[in-house]
């Protein structure tokens, strides 16, 4: 009997993967998280606050021997709404000190966000997992760098315990109800007049999986994680038969402002990626980690519109 | 139209038609001869045309109408091959989930139209539907809105990348005149650099006519994937535009992962400098940056292939170089690296004709080793001095750049 611990586990990806990992009776599930969950599950959830020692101690009491560790970043700073510079990466250090302390902890599966490589017209047009990040980055990004190189540092002062960061591409489905995704599901949508940018997206159902995946091998590394090739964001409105209304900088970041007002939220680091785009090289994904995502980037669109599968006009 | 019918026409008309067929000296000749003219060019007009040219009728300031029918020759010429490498009896394989045909016709030797091949096929610019001109435009807008192929990971857009590679064909065939010669040591397959000499003041002509020469004139027509300064990622409207069109950022990474996906790479390692060469420096090959171009080619273990380029240097001529309004184009785009800007006198680029010669390849020496930042240079300079001689070359044998 292996024991998984899942921080996050109250969002729709932490939720999903506690489902998914339950069809296993070799795991017993624990989730927590600061928040009620989004998505219910069977196993044990416990409302804990994460960025206090209450989490270390918790650790500490439970003894995993699996950690998936989706809070990595505070999804307040997502936002960019927390004012608390400590706050941000505190769940991470936390845990992370906890997992130090415990021996039994043999795989760690961390979720980033290629979002770690920031969007700029200078980044490289295929991102591999060490390209330098460019441009100035956003709070977000800055959260995600500080966390990984944390991470790494304590990852490589245990080489027993195999640490695998997974840098999702922005995941997009029809119920994961994140801010891009609701964004993109809107009737007509507000793009950067003169841009377009090259996306890279994961499916939902996908980046669960590869979670999945990771827990099984237990691969040690750093992993951008998508299905190979890029799309374009004009392709992806039209594939979902979106109206894609291009808009000056200024008329286009009151747009996103007054979106708030709809409960979407787009955080810089999204308005510099609907601006520059982000496309990353997945062949360690494919070759090292060994996970091959179900959905195409095409597949991703049509899925999430619900032009299921391949359909003429 | 037989003689007698031709006849019975009023001169006026003949003309008319004269004009159509591209008949030198029509408007001195007499209506007799306009006759035998005009039913000597009988069979030629019965001859289908592959491509109608929406500009022929159009007077180019600067270009005589030799050179339009000349330019036209080629252009049938090119299009009458580029035919023949689809197989329009037969269409694409490709089928929609619900048994839509995709219609376009399958490119010779493969049961698929360009479209919905594997991807690999993008570095080839077969025409999709065997013809380029506007009259297969209306096919390209069906297949861009209906969206049921993949772009290249760099965002190359083979429906977009036609359309824009037609009309700059019309600078290339009629404004230009692109004159190519030893296209044949461009690799029919496989990675090559293409190090050409940089000078274009006001727009890239020259990164275009690079890509169009080896579309155009070589045996296979490889795409040629140009790569550019960040400006190109920042520009409103140019940036998606140049992606889909097969270009690429500048950045050490670009170029490796195009040269490990085996294409045409072409780099104008002058960069901004030779950009903002002014006139009375045109064609002074400058250093040819810090000689990366000799390192990612070692490194990949493909040939270099010097490219001399004349007309870039003159379409824009420079006459001045402003530092002011570098700080000014500096206030737009903040994270553009700029510290000066060319100054041009003409806003319309010359009608100048343009040659352009690929030299033998200098193939890798160790492959698959890295060079020291000494060879590097050196191989560099070697290059930049190959480019320099067939410059001075073709210059001293051109009498006039018009």
């Given at each position: 009997m292996q024991r998984v611990l899942i921080t996050g586990a109250a969002g729709w990806t932490g939720g999903h993967l506690a489902r998914r990992l339950e069809e296993d009776v070799d795991l017993e599930i624990l989730g927590v998280d600061d928040r009620e969950p989004k998505v219910q599950f069977d196993s044990h959830f416990e409302q804990l606050p994460l960025d206090r020692l209450t989490l270390a101690q918790y650790v500490l009491d439970v003894e995993?021997?699996?950690?998936?560790?989706?809070?990595?970043?505070?999804?307040?700073?997502?936002?960019?709404?927390?004012?608390?510079?400590?706050?941000?990466?505190?769940?991470?250090?936390?845990?992370?000190?906890?997992?130090?302390?415990?021996?039994?902890?043999?795989?760690?599966?961390?979720?980033?966000?290629?979002?770690?490589?920031?969007?700029?017209?200078?980044?490289?047009?295929?991102?591999?997992?060490?390209?330098?990040?460019?441009?100035?980055?956003?709070?977000?990004?800055?959260?995600?760098?500080?966390?990984?190189?944390?991470?790494?540092?304590?990852?490589?002062?245990?080489?027993?315990?195999?640490?695998?960061?997974l840098r999702f591409a922005p995941i997009f489905g029809p119920s994961v109800g994140n801010p891009i995704s609701m964004f993109l599901q809107m009737r007509a949508v507000p793009t950067m007049l003169g841009f377009d940018p090259r996306m890279q997206f994961i499916h939902e159902t996908d980046a669960v999986s590869a979670l999945v995946h990771a827990g099984n091998v237990g691969v040690p590394g750093t992993f951008n994680v998508a299905p190979e090739g890029q799309i374009f964001l004009s392709r992806v409105l039209r594939l979902g038969r979106r109206v894609a209304q291009p808009l000056p900088s200024k008329l286009f970041d009151k747009a996103l402002t007054m979106l708030q007002r709809a409960n979407i939220v787009i955080p810089d680091d999204l308005r510099g990626l609907l601006k520059f785009g982000r496309v990353t090289n997945t062949s360690a994904m494919a070759n090292t980690f060994g996970f091959t995502p179900a959905f195409s980037q095409r597949g991703i669109a049509l899925d999430v519109y619900g032009r299921n599968p391949e359909t003429m006009a | 139209m037989t003689a007698q019918d031709l006849s019975s026409l009023t001169k006026k008309q003949l003309i008319v038609l004269a004009r159509e067929r591209n008949i030198a000296g029509r408007s001195t000749m007499s209506k007799a001869q306009l006759v035998e003219a005009l039913s000597s060019t009988e069979q030629d007009v019965n001859r289908p045309d592959p491509a109608p040219d929406a500009f022929a009728g159009i007077n180019i300031p600067g270009i005589s109408p030799s050179d339009r029918a000349q330019a036209r020759e080629k252009r049938d010429a090119l299009y009458s091959r580029l035919s023949s490498f689809v197989d329009t009896e037969v269409h694409c394989a490709w089928r929609s989930s619900d048994g839509h045909p995709c219609g376009l016709p399958v490119t010779v030797g493969s049961p698929t139209?360009?479209?919905?091949?594997?991807?690999?096929?993008?570095?080839?610019?077969?025409?999709?539907?065997?013809?380029?001109?506007?009259?297969?435009?209306?096919?390209?807008?069906?297949?861009?809105?209906?969206?049921?192929?993949?772009?290249?990971?760099?965002?190359?857009?083979?429906?977009?990348?036609?359309?824009v590679w037609h009309v700059v064909n019309m600078l290339y065939?009629?404004?230009?005149?692109?004159?190519?010669?030893?296209?044949?040591?461009?690799?029919?397959?496989?990675?090559?650099?293409?190090?050409a000499n940089?000078?274009?003041?006001?727009?890239?002509?020259?990164?275009?006519?690079?890509?169009?020469?080896?579309?155009?004139?070589?045996?296979?027509?490889?795409?040629?994937?140009?790569?550019?300064?960040?400006?190109?990622?920042?520009?409103?409207?140019v940036s998606h535009l140049y992606r889909k069109a097969g270009g690429a950022y500048a950045a050490r990474e670009d170029a490796r992962e195009?040269?490990?996906?085996?294409?045409?790479?072409?780099?104008?390692?002058?960069?901004?400098?030779?950009?903002?060469?002014?006139?009375?420096?045109?064609?002074?090959?400058?250093?040819?940056?810090?000689?990366?171009?000799?390192?990612?080619?070692?490194?990949?273990?493909?040939?270099?292939?010097?490219?001399?380029?004349?007309?870039?240097?003159?379409?824009?001529?420079?006459?001045?170089?402003?530092?002011?309004?570098?700080?000014?184009?500096?206030?737009?785009?903040?994270?553009?690296?700029?510290?000066?800007?060319?100054?041009?006198?003409?806003?319309?680029?010359?009608?100048?004709?343009?040659r352009i010669r690929f030299l033998p390849p200098v193939e890798p020496t160790a492959p698959g080793h890295e060079l020291d930042s000494l060879d590097q240079l050196e191989l560099a300079?070697?290059?930049?001095?190959?480019?320099?001689?067939?410059?001075d070359d073709i210059l001293s044998t051109r009498r006039t750049a018009f």
């Open positions: 995993p021997n699996i950690v998936f560790h989706l809070h990595s970043v505070h999804p307040r700073s997502v936002q960019g709404q927390s004012k608390d510079a400590e706050e941000r990466i505190v769940g991470s250090l936390a845990l992370f000190g906890a997992l130090e302390r415990l021996k039994t902890v043999q795989k760690v599966i961390v979720k980033s966000d290629t979002a770690f490589y920031g969007a700029s017209a200078r980044n490289p047009s295929v991102l591999s997992e060490s390209a330098r990040p460019h441009g100035s980055p956003s709070r977000y990004e800055r959260n995600l760098r500080e966390m990984e190189q944390f991470i790494g540092d304590t990852a490589g002062r245990y080489p027993n315990m195999s640490v695998t960061v | 139209c360009g479209l919905h091949g594997d991807g690999t096929t993008f570095d080839c610019a077969i025409p999709l539907t065997g013809q380029l001109g506007f009259s297969a435009w209306p096919r390209l807008l069906r297949q861009l809105s209906l969206a049921t192929y993949d772009t290249d990971i760099f965002g190359l857009d083979p429906v977009i990348a036609e359309m065939f009629d404004y230009f005149r692109v004159d190519v010669e030893g296209i044949e040591n461009i690799p029919m397959e496989g990675g090559a650099v293409l190090v940089h000078g274009a003041a006001a727009l890239p002509y020259d990164g275009a006519m690079l890509g169009l020469s080896v579309m155009n004139e070589a045996e296979i027509p490889r795409r040629v994937r140009v790569i550019g300064t960040e400006i190109f990622n920042m520009l409103p409207g195009l040269l490990a996906r085996g294409h045409l790479l072409g780099v104008f390692p002058e960069g901004e400098r030779g950009f903002m060469k002014p006139v009375w420096d045109a064609y002074k090959v400058g250093r040819l940056g810090r000689g990366g171009f000799a390192d990612l080619a070692q490194e990949a273990s493909v040939p270099i292939i010097p490219v001399a380029i004349v007309g870039s240097e003159e379409v824009h001529p420079t006459v001045m170089v402003s530092k002011r309004l570098a700080m000014l184009v500096k206030l737009v785009f903040p994270e553009q690296r700029l510290d000066a800007v060319a100054i041009a006198l003409n806003p319309v680029p010359l009608p100048i004709r343009w300079e070697n290059v930049r001095v190959t480019i320099q001689t067939a410059l």
